[in-house]
């Protein structure tokens, strides 16, 4: 069965067709063995990442494969380009198969480092995963050389005791039509703000509201070598109504000040990821499973937020153990089963038309089928917003310095902010327009 993608009002892709339809397993059995390796050859597959293969994942695999082990080699998401840049420079080793984020993932697209998966050994089939996949993970010749690892489909998560005290009710639907777009988002902050005596936030800092309100705008960051500066003036507008409005506070993400608020009663709103209950909230909010959290679509829509991808450069050692790995794990039924018991789930199509795939509980959230909300609430008004080769450079050297700048000096002009984004890029990257 070939859904791939609909276009719904507007032309705008909607990343699934919901409710699914359950079919029979027939043929997929043979889509997941084609280009298959000749089972039987034993060997280590090196991972360079910044997120380990989770417990289930790694036991599956094993089970399955017990000839081959996973040398897994930490390395942070910041830092993963520049390692790959150095020994490609120096000339070593290259892992076996490469993390990608989703940031540097235009970029490295177009290196030609990366295996063409639809060429022989591999073979790899295109209805095995989504249509709004590919041009996420091919290259320049449109060949697919990364396969998807994480849907990233992400809405709003809110704290449902504040939301009952300050907006009086703690349901989704209810909440979404309190909060029909930015402005009322804006309105409710305000009141909030008051009622709290400046202690409530809406969002810990601008870069959430940043990472929400990007992900709403359907136009990539650049078209070829020209930065979309119209995007980014666009984008700085509304960031720069909810900074005046005082509603969001200013810790910054992923710090331990950011961390605990998870726990705290002085921030209402998060932007939150199929990943996020799992690895963001709970971590973070170890007493909140008696159902304290609530999930929406935000004002504007759905986002995607993050999402990784699997590659095999053309130097990997173990090429045939490490397409077995990604083909396990990533593109057949049962890798999609231990992936979802870890809290994530792959890009593999089938997996969706098995009746209960997509439902989904979790103590932190209560009653509430985040499942259900995150694939048909939330997908149903998300948009994928087109990568391109400059996209890491762009939010690097740009979107963080002024966000941070627009934090620290609040009275700075819009035309003065984008003119620094602008010139900040381009002494990184002076071939931008």
């Given at each position: 069965m070939n859904k791939g993608t609909r276009l719904g009002k507007r032309g705008l892709p909607f990343l699934f067709l919901l409710p699914l339809i359950a079919c029979a397993d027939g043929g997929t059995k043979a889509e997941e063995a084609k280009g298959n390796p000749s089972i039987g050859s034993s060997g280590t597959v090196t991972i360079w990442g910044w997120d380990k293969p989770k417990d289930n994942?790694?036991?599956?695999?094993?089970?399955?494969?017990?000839?081959?082990?996973?040398?897994?080699?930490?390395?942070?998401?910041?830092?993963?380009?520049?390692?790959?840049?150095?020994?490609?420079?120096?000339?070593?080793?290259?892992?076996?198969?490469?993390?990608?984020?989703?940031?540097?993932?235009?970029?490295?697209?177009?290196?030609?480092?990366?295996?063409?998966?639809?060429?022989?050994?591999?073979?790899?089939?295109?209805?095995?995963?989504?249509?709004?996949?590919?041009?996420?993970?091919?290259?320049?010749?449109?060949?697919?050389?990364s396969i998807p690892m994480d849907m990233s489909i992400a809405g709003l998560a809110y704290k449902r005791e504040l939301t009952k005290q300050y907006f009086g009710t703690d349901d989704p639907k209810e909440l979404q039509a309190l909060f029909p777009n930015w402005d009322q988002f804006i309105a409710k902050g305000k009141d909030v703000l008051e009622e709290s005596g400046g202690k409530v936030y809406m969002f810990t800092s601008l870069r959430e509201a940043w990472q929400i309100i990007a992900g709403q705008n359907p136009e990539p960051y650049a078209d070829g070598n020209r930065i979309n500066v119209k995007k980014l003036a666009n984008l700085f507008v509304l960031i720069r109504k909810l900074s005046d409005a005082g509603i969001i506070d200013n810790l910054d993400k992923s710090s331990p000040a950011s961390n605990t608020s998870y726990a705290q009663n002085n921030h209402i709103f998060y932007p939150a990821a199929i990943w996020s209950p799992r690895y963001q909230i709970e971590p973070n909010d170890k007493h909140g499973s008696n159902g304290r959290w609530g999930l929406m679509v935000p004002p504007g829509g759905g986002f995607i937020w993050g999402g990784s991808s699997f590659g095999i450069p053309h130097k990997a050692k173990n090429k045939?153990?490490?397409?077995?790995?990604?083909?396990?794990?990533?593109?057949?039924?049962?890798?999609?089963?231990?992936?979802?018991?870890?809290?994530?789930?792959?890009?593999?199509?089938?997996?969706?038309?098995?009746?209960?795939?997509?439902?989904?509980?979790?103590?932190?959230?209560?009653?509430?089928?985040?499942?259900?909300?995150?694939?048909?609430?939330?997908?149903?008004?998300?948009?994928?917003?087109?990568?391109?080769?400059?996209?890491?450079?762009?939010?690097?050297?740009?979107v963080l310095i002024a966000l941070k700048t627009l934090a620290s000096e609040p009275e700075i002009g819009n035309d003065e902010l984008i003119k620094k984004v602008i010139q900040s890029i381009k002494n990184v990257a002076p071939e931008l327009k």
């Open positions: 994942v790694l036991q599956g695999f094993k089970k399955r494969y017990p000839e081959i082990s996973i040398n897994y080699v930490n390395i942070s998401s910041a830092d993963i380009m520049k390692k790959l840049q150095v020994s490609l420079a120096a000339g070593g080793k290259l892992p076996d198969i490469l993390m990608i984020e989703r940031d540097f993932r235009g970029q490295l697209n177009h290196m030609n480092l990366l295996e063409n998966l639809e060429a022989a050994p591999y073979e790899f089939n295109r209805h095995l995963i989504f249509d709004y996949d590919f041009p996420q993970n091919s290259n320049a010749n449109s060949k697919v050389v045939e153990q490490a397409w077995k790995f990604i083909q396990w794990a990533f593109l057949s039924q049962e890798g999609a089963e231990a992936n979802k018991k870890d809290g994530i789930f792959t890009h593999y199509k089938a997996a969706y038309d098995h009746p209960g795939f997509i439902n989904w509980t979790t103590p932190w959230f209560g009653k509430q089928d985040i499942g259900i909300t995150f694939f048909q609430d939330i997908n149903a008004v998300t948009k994928y917003v087109p990568l391109s080769q400059y996209d890491d450079t762009i939010i690097t050297n740009g």
